[in-house]
């Protein structure tokens, strides 16, 4: 086997490695949804308590918004 030949396959079969492995280290088991709390005249409105619910199971999860009105709930489970 050529050096050409051997460093073509090696290449061939890196590149086939690395897109075979990629789409899965780009997965995520969790999801967040994050946001900002305002009143009617557009002010940040801090320590509003938000829910988030899993409509399939009822399931239901709750964050407070910040000073600044900007509320996360991180982690969540795939749903709808």
Known sequence: MTRKRFHSIFLA???A???SVSP???QAGAGEI???VRDQAGAAVSGATI???ETRTN???NTV???DGIYTAPSLAPGE
Do not use: H, K
């Open 51 to 53: 829910t988030v619910t």
């Open 34 to 36: 994050t946001g900002l």
């Open 65 to 67: 918004s910040t000073g």
């Open 59 to 61: 399931r239901q999860r």
């Open 13 to 15: 079969a890196a590149c």
């Open 24 to 26: 899965a280290l780009a």
């Open 17 to 19: 490695w690395f897109v």
